[in-house]
Structure formats: C-alpha cells, structure tokens
C-alpha cells in the first residue's frame, strides 16, 4: 500500500515553492496518501495483457512543418507580466535564498 | 556562495601521476531549423528581445506544443552519424524545475526514451603530443529538448549570484536542442583535455556537414559541460576495476580552447584536494574565461529533484524504419574520410594538412578551390594573413568579413599579374575592412601593378643613376645585388610593379 510521509509532503511543497504550516502538513499528508492509494487500485485491474499508457489516445507522430507562423508582439508578449524592463521580463533575483 | 578564493592547485604533471581522470562529455546543439521545438515562433538569432514569442513558448494556458517535424529529422540524421539506434518509439518527458529561463516552469526534454543511444565515434587528436592518435568516443544518448530563455542579471556581479534582479528575453526559449552525452572517456590520462578538445571539434565538424546546425560556439549554438572525475592511478597492464570518482560538472564552456583548459584545470583542482586526504564535492562549477579558473556553482541538492514525467500535451515519436534508413542515405562523408579524401585531392602534405584543419579552414579552402583558386594557393591566403586576423578577432575563419570567392578573386588577380603579393595582401586588408569586391579595392586604392614598360623603365634607369656603385658590381657579374636595386625601384614604384619583371629589366640595361 503507498504511503506518502509527512516528509515527503514537506519536500513536493518545497520543490513547488508552497509554503505550508505544520497544520497544513498534518492535515494534507494523510489525504495525499488516500489520494495515492485510490489511484493505485488501478494496478489492480490493469493485468500484464493492458500495456501502460501515458496518452488517451493511440496516436503517434503528430509533427508540424517548419514554417514560422506569427506570434505575439513584445508589448502583447510582456502584457501579463507583473514587471518589465527592457523590453524584458523583470524576475526576483534568482537563487536568491541559495535553492 | 561563490566562492572566489583561489583554489589550491596540484601541477597537471604531478596530477596525471596519482590520478586517471574520466570525463563525461555533455554537448547542447542548437538546431538551424527556422521555427522553434514546440511552435512556429522564428528562431533568428539577434532579434529584439521577447519580438519571437506566443502562447506555447511563453506557457500561456491552454496553448498546445506540436512537434517540430523537421527537428525530429535532424535528430535523427545526429544519431546516425554518431553510429547510434534510433528508437523505435519514444516520449517526451517534462523537466520539472522553478527557474524563470523557462516560463513553463518545466522544459520539455526527453527522459529515459531518448531518441538516439548506444552509438560511438573516432576523434583524432590534431596538434600537441600524439597528433594523429584516435579515440573512441562512446556515446551514451542523444536527445530532443529545447532550449531555455536568456536571463541578464542586473546588479552588481553580472552573475547570478549577487543579482539583486533578472531580466530575461525568451526568444530563445523553445528552439530545439539536441543533447549528445557521452559515455565516461577513460584511459585518455594526460591528453584527456586535448580529447575532450578534439571530441568537441570533431562533432562541430560533423554537425557542420550534416547542415543541421549553425555551431556557432560564439553565439551559444554549440555549448559544452564538462564532467570530470579523479580515480586513483592504476599501473600499467592491471585488469582491477577502479571505480569512478566524484565529479564536478563545468558549464557551459563557450570554446575549444576553453574545453581543455577548464579540463586541466578540474584535473589539477580535483588531485590538490585528493592528495590532502580531502573529498571532491559533487557539484555545478562555473568556468571563467577570463581567469581561467572554474568557482563553484550550485550544489547538486534537492532543488534538482527533477521529478520527470511523460509529456500528456505531445503523442509519441515512431520513427518507421524506412524513414530511419531514408535519413541515412542522406548522411555526408564522415570527416575523417572527408579529410582523407581534400588531402589527397588537394595533394597538402600531412603537417600541411593538419595545420588546415587546426584553423577550421577546410571550407573555406573548399570553397575557394571550387571558385577556382589552386589548393596551396587557397591554402596560402587562408592559413597565413587571413588566419592571423580570425586569431586576433576571436572568430572562426568564416567569420571573416571576406568570402572565398574574394579570396579566389584576388589569386586570380596575382595569377593575371595585375597584383603581386604584397598588393594582393593590401586588397584583402581593403576587402575585410569592408571597402568592397576585390576589383573596388584596386580601383579605390590604386592598387594595380604598372604594367606601363615605359614608366618601369624609368624608375630602373633612376635607381641605376642613384647608385652607380650597385649598378657596376652588376656590370661585373655580380647578378646577386641585383636585389638592392629592385628594391630601390620597388620603393620608386610604392610596390606597385612586379619585381620579377624589375630584375628583368635591370639585368637587361646591365649587360
């Protein structure tokens, strides 16, 4: 049975930049794990004869021409972004707390 | 922290006697296709910044990637030339990681299903001790991803580290890289730097063939990260199996010279701390090439805790067989065997040629003899003043703002007797600073030599007048001071008439 540790919760939150208190910790651990185990009845029904499957549907070798097709313009582009200069994305400085 | 103190250092000599260093060779090749991996954003390089995105590149929600056809080709066509198997079926895998180089928050790459593995190829080392040995280099994978965008880090440093903030352009986020690993290189011992160095140069030139690529290290297309490990030295002959040591990972490393540079350096890092009793920390190292020296970057932590996963947005990549083997037939001459073939064609001798091949100048010697020049004749231009100048520049020698079909022209301008050497060399000097053909610069400059017999004449009859004691020696017989007097009319002249035709003249009015 996966079990997912109180541990592991810290970790994934730390590697998806959320931060969450030690209640939160309390209270999500366990419903991951639940989460988890749900998905892995699925093992149960899938015998040797159903391959793994990573895509809904059996296609493979969907390509594009190399032809350039317009795109946005820097003002469109920069449009959502909470800061610019320079014509470019401003972000906090990076590595800031030493990841 | 970066920690800029300088390193305790063990001579490279002294290293390679305790130590056997293995080298694990990572290359990041920029496609030349014109769109990008995932969508059909322009990937021309030096445009103004973010004018080359859209919602895909940018991971706007809801856009959907689509596979670049072109690019699966080209990836192909690397493995084969590297002696790979191209799998039969294979995914893209997403690269989870929080860095704003991708807006995505992850980069498409491919994770255990490369498209390329389990291939080799021979490098041979060009200059230095054991010119002319081959290697066997075994390449572990070749895989399909995408490049990340460009941060500026504004503050203080200039580096990421000090940065009080970051600007980045994402025009090159998305433009397809493949990434060619190699297999760790041992029993390279002290010329494990020039390997590394020819290993470089080798798959530069033979990216180059297949077109796939502009490689241009200078602009980033073609990048190294240099892995580097010490294990004790074994003796000669013994069949006990050392394992690796820990290794360093050196980014980024931006030229061939700075391949075999960073290696030394790694090596001669790496055996100062091992002699001590000390242990090599596994981590990202930065190569500075002003000083020469590598500082440590980030450690190797959780944070690279990658968590991969197939890409649910992009179906699988199927190559059929019969397109597998149609994109071989398309493979050119490996360079080897192209090399082999211009030397005996072009009929250089072995130093001659390998000295070609230390420049990069075998196409723009091709080139040149296809435009009609003789190969020594090509070679001449290419390797002396033309190869000075790229030397003094930095850049590769078809960066040079002179084609080879200038050069061409200027031979055939020395060959016609219009120009001798000397005024050949100022057309070229006219050429690259960008006065124009080779035929411009004549006529601007007044370059062409003075064919005019009478004026010729002239300046030999004044120089005789001038130094009647050089002219009597000659009289006597003395043909070898001849020389005097034609540079004197030479120096008459402003170096512009043909000196064989001066001593001509001279000895005719002489005897």
């Known amino acids: ?99 | 922290m970066s920690t800029q103190t300088a390193d305790t250092l063990l001579s490279f000599e002294e290293a390679l006697e305790r130590f056997d260093p293995a080298m694990g060779l990572e290359v990041h090749v920029e496609l030349n296709t014109v769109t990008k991996m995932f969508c059909g954003c322009s990937t021309e390089f030096g445009a103004e910044p973010n004018t080359q995105t859209c919602p895909t590149c940018l991971g706007l929600p809801g856009s959907l990637p689509v596979v670049n056809g072109k690019a699966v080709e080209s990836a192909i066509r690397i493995g084969l030339a590297l002696n790979c198997e191209i799998a039969e079926w294979c995914r893209f895998a997403r690269k989870n990681y929080f860095y704003p180089d991708m807006p995505k928050n992850f980069q498409t790459s491919q994770y255990d299903e490369p498209i390329a593995f389990d291939g080799w190829t021979e490098v041979t080392l060009l200059d230095g001790e054991g010119a002319g040995e081959t290697f066997r280099v075994e390449i572990e994978r070749a895989h399909m991803e995408e490049d990340t965008g460009k941060s500026l880090h504004v503050g203080t440093s200039g580096r990421i580290h000090g940065a009080d903030y970051s600007l980045v352009d994402y025009n090159r986020a998305g433009i397809p890289l493949i990434e060619i690993v190699t297999r760790p290189i041992t029993g390279a011992r002290e010329k494990a730097p020039a390997v590394a160095r020819a290993y470089v140069a080798h798959l530069r030139d033979l990216l180059l063939g297949l077109g796939v690529s502009d490689v241009r290290m200078e602009q980033g297309s073609l990048r190294c990260d240099v892995n580097l490990s010490l294990a004790p030295r074994v003796s000669a002959g013994s069949t006990t199996d050392v394992p690796l040591g820990t290794r360093t990972e050196t980014k980024n490393v931006n030229s061939l010279r700075s391949v075999e540079r960073a290696a030394r350096y790694e090596i001669s890092r790496q055996a100062a701390i091992l002699v001590e009793g000390g242990s090599v920390l596994q981590e990202t190292r930065h190569w500075h090439e002003d000083t020469g020296i590598t500082t440590s970057g980030r450690e190797k932590s959780d944070a690279e805790d990658y968590r991969y996963f197939p890409e649910p947005d992009l179906v699988p990549v199927a190559p059929s067989r019969a397109w597998v083997e149609e994109l071989r037939a398309t493979l050119p001459e490996p360079p080897r065997e192209h090399r082999a073939r211009l030397q005996a064609l072009w009929g250089f001798a072995d130093l001659e040629m390998r000295d070609v091949v230390a420049a990069g100048a075998i196409p723009v010697i091709e080139a040149t003899v296809a435009a009609g020049t003789t190969p020594q004749a090509a070679r001449k231009w290419w390797l002396s003043d033309l190869a000075r100048r790229a030397n003094e520049q930095g850049v590769d020698l078809s960066d040079l703002p002179i084609t080879p079909e200038q050069v061409a022209r200027v031979q055939a301008l020395v060959d016609e007797g219009a120009l001798n050497d000397k005024l050949a060399r100022q057309v070229i000097d006219g050429v690259v600073a960008g006065e124009g053909d080779p035929d411009a610069v004549v006529a601007a400059r007044g370059l062409a030599i003075v064919s005019d017999e009478g004026a010729l004449g002239d300046a030999v009859d004044r120089a005789i007048e001038a130094n009647p004691d050089v002219a009597a020696k000659i009289r006597d017989g003395k043909v070898a001071a001849a020389g005097a007097l034609i540079g004197v009319v030479m120096k008459d002249m402003r170096g512009q008439a043909d000196a064989g035709r001066v001593r001509e003249l001279i000895i005719e009015k002489l005897s």
């Open chain 1, 1 to 99: 049975m996966p079990e997912i540790s109180r541990d592991e919760v810290a970790h994934l939150a730390t590697l998806a930049r959320i931060e969450l208190s030690d209640a939160e910790l309390d209270h999500l651990a366990p419903q991951l794990s639940v989460i988890l185990e749900s998905i892995a009845s699925i093992a149960e029904v899938a015998a040797a004869d159903i391959p793994p499957t990573s895509h809904a549907v059996p296609l493979t070798n969907v390509f594009r021409a190399d032809e350039p097709r317009p795109g946005l313009t820097a003002e469109q582009a920069l449009s959502g972004a909470p800061e610019a200069e320079q014509q470019r994305f401003a972000v906090p400085r990076i590595l800031g707390d030493e990841q």
